[in-house]
């Protein structure tokens, strides 16, 4: 229990370093990112928090998994990136969504986003 106290605390002191780095974003920044550039950032912050990153942007035939993570604990982590320019709290439809559950179903992933 005490490693991973101690795991969460040094988590949590990066994020703070980060956000007062000046080399945060704010949302209305990211709101400007291309879908690469939004897959990227989001991998970016996975290994900022100490995730081993396997792969960090889409590709054809991805299934949805644009971003594919390692924990320090070696589970496997698998995102899929919705940025929307359109209205905050606006639903991704059910097709994207349905995509990436069967990919997260065939990787065997305990953990996706």
């Known amino acids: 229990m005490s490693k991973q106290i101690d795991r969460l605390a040094d988590l949590n002191s990066r994020r703070l370093e980060f956000r007062q780095s000046g080399k945060s974003y704010t949302p209305e920044q990211m709101l400007r990112f291309g879908s690469t550039n939004f897959e990227i950032l989001t991998s970016w912050l996975a290994n900022r928090d100490g995730m081993m990153v396997r792969r960090d942007r889409g590709e054809p035939g991805d299934l949805g998994?644009?971003?594919i993570f390692r924990t320090p604990d070696?589970?496997?982590v698998v995102v899929q990136c919705k940025?929307?320019?359109t209205l905050p709290g606006r639903a991704i439809g059910s097709e994207p969504v349905q995509r990436f559950n069967g990919t997260a179903?065939?990787?065997t992933t305990p953990t996706s986003l």
């Open 65 to 67: 998994a644009d971003g």
């Open 74 to 76: 070696n589970r496997t």
């Open 83 to 85: 940025q929307t320019k």
């Open 105 to 107: 179903v065939r990787k």
